[in-house]
């Protein structure tokens, strides 16, 4: 009898070590590959290619139109901010400024985008899956016609997301959230497809790293100030505007809704200009604010004044563009295999991350005005890497401005060749904790958006003029 019962046991102890093991790990680490080689790569440039197809590249576009709109997304007072993980999902005390989602719509005559800029930490999939819905049930639209992105602004709504992670950082889970924000985000989108008018454009960038740091460690910084300029012929005008600086100049002490420093860069460019003020949050990964203030409203408002008077400045003298190929492509895609470290050896099992709430879907987009291309991913995109990114693409006369948050979310994405660094205080948090996606994650963002260049660029078009 006690034989049997000792058997029975051990069986049971066994099976529990099993379980254990499958479900949480740890399990070995695995290392890098050649990307270009692995079944989910070689997956996303056949969907880039099948999806392009449905834009039709030309050296002769239409006359170029423009149209936006926005929708307030400031939820009910009591909902839980996103950002900080400190806050414990208290339930926010006030609203310091109004919080939008703002919608850009550009065609040129055949294909039509949509650029969609927001004071939200993150654009979440189920917002935005939604969002498309209701917009694809009112319009043309397509799925991959339009780009989510985020100021990243950690005074944001939260309680957009369910499952351990999303609580972590935005607090309890509440559907009538995602609700309210699909049908604000797909009410901005609509107002500006329905304002489609002839329209010429203008682009510039200016060079602030004096408003930029890399904060994780001693390195390189994407200090391009981006703009662009949407012109109607009634001499309306929208200002969309990037910067890769992370938006944490109001921190975790903060109970009230702002955008922070995008959300005064905005307002102050349509108070000194009189038109339509909208953001894109750039690759925000290990960037940081580097302003000075007395508190985080001040610097908020310090950091907004001066990128909008560098914009402004550099805008007196651009010049306009009225016919400009636009195309895009966009869709679900399976990252590599999700991998989180707890040190260089040991991870725990992929099994056990959907249970905290991480996936390994996401989104990624391209979207193409001109000699314009907009690179949406869903992660933390490294400063480090954009800045590279950007010196591939302009030696193949593109201006590419990478975006993070677009519609998904995946982590941080660091240089690879920080990977297999020991874990120690500085890279912590974006190298181990927020950093799922294996060691190729570089090369296969990277990889991505030089083949969408050198696809989605294949038949020359006019150029958006640029000084």
């Keep these: 009898m006690l034989k049997k019962i000792l058997k029975g046991t051990g ?14 790990g740890p399990w070995p680490t695995y290392g890098p590959s050649d990307v270009k080689k692995e079944r989910y790569f070689q997956k996303v440039v056949a969907d880039i ?47 310091h400024d109004e919080l939008y989602a703002k919608a850009l719509a550009l065609s040129d005559g055949r294909d039509t985008v949509v650029l969609v800029g927001s004071d939200m930490l993150i654009v979440p999939n189920n917002v935005a899956e939604k969002a498309r819905e209701l917009v694809q049930a009112q319009t043309q639209l397509t799925a991959n016609d339009i780009f989510f992105n985020s100021s990243h602004t950690h005074s944001g709504p939260g309680a957009w997301g369910p499952g351990y992670m999303a609580k972590a950082f935005s607090g309890t889970y509440d559907p009538a959230i995602v609700e309210f924000l699909a049908k604000q985000f797909s009410a901005a989108i609509i107002d500006a497809y329905n304002d489609l008018k002839l329209a010429d454009l203008a682009s510039g960038s200016v060079d602030a790293p004096e408003y930029i740091l890399n904060r994780t460690r001693d390195a390189g910084v994407d200090s391009e100030l981006s703009y662009l300029i949407a012109r109607k012929k009634d001499g309306q005008s929208c200002y969309l505007v990037s910067f890769s600086a992370h938006p944490t100049l109001l921190g975790g002490d903060n109970m009230e809704f702002s955008g922070d420093y995008p959300g005064y860069l905005q307002r102050l460019l349509e108070v000194k200009t009189g038109q339509f003020g909208m953001y894109l949050g750039g690759a ?19 950091m907004g004044e001066s990128l909008a008077k560098l914009v402004l400045e550099d805008a007196e003298k651009a010049t306009f563009s009225d016919q400009l190929d636009v195309a895009s492509v966009g869709f679900a895609f399976r990252s590599p295999s999700l991998q989180f470290r707890l040190n260089r050896n040991w991870r725990l099992s992929p099994n056990f991350l959907p249970l905290l709430g991480v996936d390994s879907l996401g989104w990624i987009q391209g979207v193409r005005v001109g000699n314009l291309l907009f690179y949406g991913t869903p992660c933390d995109m490294s400063g480090e890497i954009s800045a590279e990114m950007k010196k591939w693409a302009d030696q193949r006369g593109v201006d590419l401005w990478v975006c993070s948050f677009c519609g998904d979310y995946l982590g941080y994405v660091s240089p690879q060749k920080y990977y297999d660094q020991e874990k120690d205080e500085a890279g912590e948090y974006e190298m181990y904790i927020m950093s799922w996606m294996g060691p190729n994650q570089e090369p296969f963002f990277t990889n991505i958006m030089q083949h969408m260049i050198d696809t989605m660029f294949a038949a020359p078009a006019p150029a958006v003029a640029k000084r």
């Design 11 to 24: 069986i049971a102890v066994l099976v529990l070590v099993i379980l254990i093991l499958l479900f949480v």
């Design 49 to 95: 290619d099948n999806n392009l197809k449905e834009s039709e590249l030309t050296a002769t576009p239409d006359r170029l139109r423009a149209g936006w709109g926005k929708a307030s997304i400031t939820p009910p007072l009591g909902t839980p901010l996103a950002g900080f993980d400190k806050r414990k999902g208290k339930p926010s005390t006030g609203v």
């Design 284 to 302: 925000l990964g290990s960037m940081g604010s580097k302003i000075d203030g007395p508190d985080g409203f001040t610097r908020a408002l310090n």
